[in-house]
Each structure stands twice: as structure tokens, then as C-alpha cells.
């Protein structure tokens, strides 16, 4: 959420397209609000609450979201907030879920395990984590 210290806005160029800096490299970026954010995207109410907040995050019901995901700079790209750690019986991580609810995992079976939690998961973000730990813990792993 505080990217807004390494993202800066130089120049607005249309409605949506921004001329943009990444601070820590000094890399220029030019970002446009992804098509289906827009209209969150006019709700400023993150943003006064939270001046150092990215200036593209939005809040979307009780999701924030990022509205610039096609176009978001490098380290956006690599930053992956872990919303589930998923621990095997012996104890090591075997995976983790992202906050895009997408697995991150090599292990075969928990991958399998993940088809089916993708083919029955609720449609809502904000049910699903809280689904999926639930899912995993009845097959037998432990989460954080």
C-alpha cells in the first residue's frame, strides 16, 4: 500500500493515461487505468485517507485494487503479498496463495488439490480465502 513512495504521477496525458516515474530506479513509466477499474478508479476516498498510498490503488467494496495491473511497473510486478501459507505434515512450506488467489506451488498433489478448489471456489474474493483455507485444512494441511 505504500508504493506511493516510489510511484509518483508527473503528468497527467488523457483521462486515464498517466506519465509516471518509479522512484527507486528513476525509471519512467506510462500507466493507463485498466479498462475495467475506471469507475472504481474515481473513488478517491483510499487515496485521502491514505496520502502515501499508490496513487492507483482503489478501494473496491472491502478489496483494494490495483488499477493499473497491465501497466504497473517492475516492482509492483515482483511484489506478491502472501494472504495463505500452505505447511505439509512435515512441517515445511509447500506453497502460499497470493492476494490474486492464485497458487504458488510445485508439489503435485497440492496442485491437484488446487484444480478443484478453482472448479468449486465461491465466485467472491473477499469468500474465497476464508473458503480456501477451509478446503485445505480438510484435506489435511496445516495453514498460516
Request: net charge negative.
Amino acid at each position: 500500500m505504500y508504493l506511493g513512495d516510489y510511484i509518483v504521477i508527473n503528468d497527467q496525458i488523457e483521462e486515464f493515461t498517466f506519465a509516471c516515474e518509479s522512484v527507486s530506479s528513476g525509471t519512467p513509466f506510462t500507466a493507463s487505468v485498466d479498462e475495467d477499474k475506471r469507475a472504481i478508479y474515481a473513488n478517491r476516498t483510499l487515496r485521502d485517507r491514505h496520502p502515501s498510498a499508490c496513487p492507483f490503488l482503489r478501494q473496491d467494496g472491502v478489496l483494494i485494487r490495483c488499477t493499473i495491473h497491465r501497466d504497473s511497473p517492475a516492482q509492483c510486478k515482483s511484489y506478491r503479498c502472501t494472504v495463505i501459507r500452505i505447511v505439509g505434515e512435515d512441517g515445511t512450506l509447500i506453497g502460499r496463495v497470493t492476494g490474486t488467489l492464485a497458487l504458488h506451488s510445485d508439489d503435485p498433489r497440492l496442485r491437484a488439490i488446487w484444480n478443484e478448489i478453482e472448479k468449486n471456489r465461491p465466485v467472491s474474493d473477499f469468500e474465497a480465502e476464508e473458503w480456501i483455507a477451509s478446503f485445505l485444512k480438510m484435506r489435511g494441511y496445516r495453514i498460516e
